[in-house]
């Protein structure tokens, strides 16, 4: 009985100090079931179909607490820590992480807003900072049916560690983003990389954005690097090139449709692999672990029918790298990248959200002498959302 007590005092206590500094414990959870078909193209190996309780289908399952306090004199402080999960077996996203999706102070006020510690990138559209929905009707959600995250994903993690961000004020419905990561990985498993935080030895993140919304025209670009770690390149034998990568688009709401537009632009990137199309051709996965240099475009729309939503993508990347050895040119790997994608949504109340979604994507990868394939993947999805 005492030991009760003393538990409600203390929930009590923090509930109290929750109260007073405007604390707020938000999540969601997202469940379904996933079809997936992926087949490698590779000789004597069957394509993989999987069908399973999947989390996150529609938007990741998280949850987290974020407050604010008011200082006076127009200024604000704030805190996000934030944690993803996996709904259908409890457990986290990323191993060792309390809170992987987001953890950062903010600093609020006249001069704009300042951001510090993890949080996504520019081209995310998620966490507090992330203006990825600008580019694509389905975002960087919807698994991946929608492809988009092959074009513009340059192998880049879609939240890094040890960030600062700024973005300014709203000028005429222009606002500027700039990020910094001093160490977007800390290579904590492998002691011989000699990871030194904001030293050339860390992978460094940079990132420039700009939004533009008036009426119902709404346009972003985003230009961001990756200032490869030279640890990690002696670790691996191999000189890591400086990843870059420029992102423009926007969409025009017309009410009845919303039309989204996107380019962008890949040097020195890893073009990743979608939804395991690579997963049963070992030769894939080596070469798509070259440097890409390429251009993708995104086309697709929102479409309000039947209390609801729908959702479209389809896109197109076109990418080669150099496969060189002893410091000549040996010959060129070339990659194109088609996919398509719809989902549709429909909210059963203000918190909880039914959907469902189908996505094709197909590769033709070509290599002189060693690789001539097209993996291919399909992907569907019926789930359930709901926020608290």
């Not at 999987?50 to 407050?67: C, D, V």
């Not at 580019?135 to 960030?163: C, I, K, P």
């Not at 800390?186 to 030194?196: A, E, F, G, P, S």
């Not at 688009?249 to 395991?276: E, H, N, Q, R, T």
């Amino acid at each position: 009985m005492k030991k009760t007590l003393a538990a409600l005092a203390v929930l009590s206590t923090f509930a109290g100090a929750a109260f007073a500094a405007d604390v707020t414990l938000y999540g969601q959870v997202d469940l379904g079931l996933r079809y997936t078909h992926a087949d490698g193209d590779q000789a004597h190996k069957d394509a993989v179909n999987t069908l399973e309780m999947a989390s996150g289908n529609y938007s990741s399952s998280r949850f987290g607490l974020k407050g604010t306090e008011d200082l006076g004199n127009g200024l604000k402080v704030g805190f996000v820590l934030e944690n993803g999960l996996n709904a259908d077996d409890g457990s986290f996203n990323v191993d060792g992480k309390l809170f992987d999706r987001e953890a950062i102070l903010r600093v609020m006020g006249s001069f704009g807003e300042l951001g510090f510690g993890r949080t996504s990138i520019l081209l995310n559209d998620a966490n507090t900072y992330g203006i990825g929905g600008y580019f694509s009707a389905l975002g960087t959600g919807w698994g991946e049916v929608g492809g988009q995250n092959g074009v513009w994903g340059a192998g880049y993690a879609s939240r890094l560690d040890n960030m600062i961000t700024y973005v300014t004020p709203d000028f005429a419905g222009v606002k500027v983003y700039a990020q910094y990561s001093f160490g977007a990985n800390t290579y904590k498993d492998d002691d011989k990389l000699n990871h030194v935080e904001g030293k050339s030895s860390a992978d460094r993140y940079y990132g420039l954005g700009m939004t533009y919304d008036v009426g119902q025209l709404s346009l972003a670009a985003v230009v961001d690097s990756m200032n490869r770690s030279t640890a990690h390149a002696a670790g691996a034998k191999k000189d890591f090139k400086d990843a870059l990568r420029v992102v423009v688009g926007g969409s025009y709401d017309f009410g009845a449709v919303k039309p989204y537009l996107s380019a962008a632009y890949i040097k020195d990137a890893a073009v990743g692999d979608i939804a395991g199309m690579m997963a049963e051709n070992k030769s894939l996965e080596k070469v798509g672990s070259n440097y890409f240099d390429g251009y993708g475009v995104v086309a697709g729309a929102k479409v309000p029918a039947f209390g609801g939503n729908f959702y479209g993508n389809v896109g197109y990347l076109d990418a080669e790298a150099d496969r060189n050895a002893n410091g000549k040119l040996v010959e060129e790997i070339e990659l194109t990248r088609w996919f398509a994608g719809l989902g549709y949504e429909y909210s059963l109340s203000k918190r909880t959200t039914v959907y469902a979604d189908l996505g094709y994507a197909r590769d033709s990868w070509e290599q002189k002498r060693a690789i001539d394939a097209d993996p291919s993947m399909f992907q569907a999805a019926l789930g359930m959302m709901h926020k608290f």
